[in-house]
């Protein structure tokens, strides 16, 4: 008679959260940073905060800014997400300290790559970018900042000066903890190119971008 045995084996709880993984300094042609590299648990995806100067914990000058390849590689005019993450880069040298946190997993407003170039061909026949993420089936905007919450309180972050245009962002951190201190605009001069997409974001998803009133004559 043969007897069966069984073997309990004990799955160690899975890790959640973002975690610090490796720190390097960074020169760049802006200044001087140290690059915080952090692995989220929850999502996969590997996060880097930007770091100059000594930041300490208070009214700390912050730019969340999702990945865009388009704009940051390769200066698309489609949107001033390039031209938003120069400026942030000098504002915090210019400061003596600040962070940029660089929030991978946000390419088209969380829908990827491949969902934004599809959305983007949509606009090209007339749709705007509202509409074009809503004719696919997809999310207007899902991105969390959950993680860069949890990597400002890793770095020791209580408040912030949050350069943003987008009050959602103001939004999340206070509800991940962070105190918002103030909003700075960053707001970026806008072009034929991409002006009926800054004035959908203003009209359509709350983007403070009064700047938009005093270039009418685009089209």
Do not use: W
Not at 35 to 62: K, M, P, S, W
Request: glycine share 10%; proline share 3%; with cysteine.
């Amino acid at each position: 008679m043969t007897e069966k045995i069984g073997v309990l084996v004990k799955k160690s709880a899975q890790r959640t959260g973002v975690e610090r993984i490796v720190n390097a300094p960074l020169p760049t042609v802006y200044g001087e940073f140290r690059a915080v590299g952090y692995l989220d648990h929850d999502r996969g995806d590997e996060q880097v905060a930007l770091v100059h100067g000594d930041i300490g914990a208070e009214g700390v000058l912050t730019r969340l800014h999702s990945e865009c390849l388009t704009g940051d590689a390769f200066g698309s005019q489609h949107c001033e997400c390039g031209d938003q993450l120069a400026s942030a880069l000098r504002a915090v040298v210019a400061e003596g300290a600040g962070i940029v946190v660089y929030l991978r997993g946000h390419e088209g407003r969380g829908i990827g790559l491949l969902g934004k170039l599809r959305a983007m061909a949509l606009q090209a026949e007339g749709l705007d970018t509202v509409e074009a993420n809503l004719a696919l089936g997809l999310p207007v905007d899902a991105r969390d900042y959950g993680v860069a919450a949890g990597m400002l309180h890793d770095l020791g972050v209580n408040s912030v000066r949050l350069m943003s245009n987008n009050p959602r962002k103001r939004e999340a951190l206070v509800r991940h903890g962070i105190e918002v201190a103030e909003t700075v605009p960053l707001l970026i001069a806008p072009s034929e190119n991409n002006i009926t997409y800054l004035r959908t974001k203003r009209e359509r998803l709350d983007h403070h971008l009064p700047h938009l009133d005093a270039v009418a004559h685009l089209s």
